[in-house]
């Protein structure tokens, strides 16, 4: 694939993840649609646009029900957190808590993390917790739920699992087409279960476009430049994925970008860019 393919992919790719944060908080910051009808209808949509992705490839959807069940975790728990997140906040607990699993996965497996990964790793689990500090406001000059935030953070956590088993499932995109077709059952028992409360026009094309759009052709997007990047590439470069979601709440939501989530960035991407560069040999960065 030629460079310049590969930048456009990964550049769509990074802003559909970021999208992610902007169309379920415009959905849920002023109750266009309850968290988990969004969810189901999120989960439904991207199973049905990369299921007719698979189809034009003509390939099969794989997976598991145990990824699956992660996915659902981290779906459902990525909803009810836009509840009382800002964009920008929502997105860096999420991102840090996927990274912190990650790196925690590797050395409870036995890894060796010399002295600067765990700088970095203990750096970035500091700054969800600066960022998580009781304050008066948060970004966008609401007050942060610790509900909302500890949703995000098990959402990053199911995130993180179920990228670690992604890494044994083979073609990624087929694996991800079957684990959302899988999650669609998950989400309609909890859908009968809760009776949600409503879902109008607006929040439901909201929770399509995350869906359809962001998630399906996202993730889709996403795979087919990852190859490309390499492992190491494609940990740094999602380092931006924060960053383009608060800028993003800035200027479509009006959410302040205050000095207590600069300082939670800083130390998170900081720490994370530290321990990624670190966890390989300086001949295998190029």
Not at 25 to 45: C, G, M, N
Not at 118 to 142: H, T
Request: proline share 4%.
């Amino acid at each position: 694939m030629a460079r310049p393919t590969v930048l456009i992919l990964t550049g769509l790719a990074l802003a559909a993840f970021a999208a992610n944060s902007i169309l379920c908080r415009l959905a849920l910051r002023t109750a266009l649609i309850d968290p988990v009808s969004f969810t189901t209808i999120r989960l439904l949509s991207g199973a049905v646009m990369l299921g007719c992705i698979l189809w034009f490839r003509g390939q099969r959807p794989g997976g598991n029900w145990v990824s699956a069940l992660a996915l659902f975790a981290y779906a459902i728990g990525f909803s009810l957190a836009y509840v009382g997140l800002p964009a920008g906040a929502g997105a860096l607990l999420l991102f840090g808590a996927v990274q912190v699993t990650m790196l925690g996965h590797g050395l409870h497996a036995g890894e060796r993390l010399n002295r600067w990964q765990l700088v970095g790793l203990l750096l970035a689990a500091a700054g969800l917790a600066w960022l998580l500090w009781p304050r008066q406001s948060a970004p966008g000059g609401q007050a942060i739920s610790i509900g909302s935030a500890l949703s995000m953070l098990a959402a990053g956590i199911a995130w993180g699992i179920y990228s670690l088993r992604g890494k044994r499932s083979g073609d990624a995109t087929t694996a991800t087409a079957g684990n959302f077709m899988r999650t669609v059952p998950m989400a309609l028992v909890v859908l009968a279960l809760f009776h949600p409360s409503h879902a109008d026009r607006d929040g439901v094309l909201y929770a399509i476009a995350s869906g359809a759009l962001a998630s399906g052709i996202g993730y889709a997007i996403w795979y087919s430049a990852l190859p490309a990047l390499g492992a190491m590439t494609a940990g740094i470069v999602q380092l931006s994925v924060p960053i383009l979601a608060a800028a993003a709440g800035a200027l479509l939501l009006g959410e302040a970008v205050t000095v207590q989530l600069l300082v939670a960035g800083v130390a998170v991407i900081g720490g994370v860019l530290l321990a990624l560069l670190r966890a390989t040999p300086l001949r295998d960065r190029a």
